[in-house]
């Protein structure tokens, strides 16, 4: 398993990247701790977060994964180990979101308390703020990097023009440019990224992180029917993909699973690592049994015949 650099960055990661999404929503600390373990223990080293997660969980006021990850780096003694990444942008509640300058300032030193560490490797844009600026954004970034509180920033939900937009700008004003993008993306949402977003990433030489790499748990293909959407709290999210394409993607990794003796998961991710404009693919687990198949996934090297088959029953 060799790293791959994020873009024209110095981080270089292996080439699966844990999603934090899960710590404080469906694992609590002892859960979490494990899992992180677990990854880390398998020799991986690229951790994503963001302020929201997970704000979403009755009770909770987001922050809940940064404060789990900051706790586990500082009992494990591993902060300089990991390749660490957090977002800002999102809706925090009271007011507290957006990409304007004096927000992203007060919001990277939440996000640093929680975390227990004085700097990040990658910092990036949650979601686009489309009534800031692009430069005032990435001049906000210029000041934290100058100050040492992170290294390089990435973007995620952003759209063509406006990507192209912010890689201009910093170009033409000496300023940071984004190193890496996030899209949703999977072998189940494939158009919006490679309609547009791909050859933008590509021209750019960017480090693409997506996320949803297993469409909320279907490409695992634990959900095949109405009443399998109860098996798990984020079952619903694989509700839309229970039609026609979403079966046919499924019988497609089913042949290629027995074929390699894996899972339908470690197919799914083998396919997105080994698309050329993929540099590691985010996703979650679980369970120790889950973190099975994400482990064997950059090791699973598909061969041109099935690569093929999984392209053409998920095509746009």
């Given amino acids: 398993m060799q790293k791959r650099q994020l873009g024209d960055s110095d981080l270089r990661v292996y080439p699966i990247t844990f999603g934090g999404n899960v710590f404080g929503w469906t694992l609590n600390e002892k859960q979490s701790f494990e899992i992180l373990n677990g990854f880390t223990e398998a020799g ?11 704000r979403w969980k009755p009770g909770n006021q987001g922050g809940e994964s940064e404060t789990i990850i900051g ?10 180990d990991i390749i660490l990444t957090t977002k800002v942008g999102s809706d925090m509640g009271d007011g507290k979101k957006g990409l304007k300058k004096n927000y992203i300032l007060k919001a990277v030193e939440d996000s640093l308390l929680r975390l227990q560490t004085d700097y990040l490797d990658l910092y990036q844009t949650h979601f686009d703020d489309v009534d800031t600026p692009v430069q005032e954004t990435l001049e906000a970034y210029n000041q934290l990097i100058k100050a040492g509180k992170i290294r390089w920033i990435g973007a995620s939900n952003m759209s063509v023009d406006r990507l192209k937009e912010s890689l201009a700008v910093s170009r033409e004003n000496n300023l940071p440019e984004y190193q890496t993008f996030q899209p949703h993306y999977n072998l189940c949402e494939r158009e919006i990224y490679e309609n547009g977003l791909e050859p933008v990433c590509q021209g750019h030489l960017l480090g693409v992180i997506p996320y949803y790499s297993l469409a909320a748990g279907f490409l695992t293909g634990k959900y095949r029917t109405e009443e399998d959407l109860g098996k798990s709290v984020r079952g619903g999210g694989a509700a839309k993909y229970l039609n026609e394409k979403g079966f046919r993607i499924l019988d497609a990794l089913d042949e290629a699973a027995k074929q390699y003796n894996t899972t339908d998961a470690a197919v799914a991710l083998a396919w997105l690592i080994q698309r050329p404009s993929i540099t590691a693919p985010i996703v979650s687990a679980t369970s120790l049994s889950q973190l099975d198949s994400i482990i064997a996934a950059p090791e699973l090297n598909l061969d041109a015949n099935t690569i093929a088959q999984l392209t053409a029953a998920s095509a746009w």
């Fill in 71 to 80: 706790k586990w780096m500082k009992e494990k003694k591993n902060r300089h």
């Fill in 44 to 54: 991986f080293n690229f951790i994503d977060t963001a302020d929201v997660y997970s």
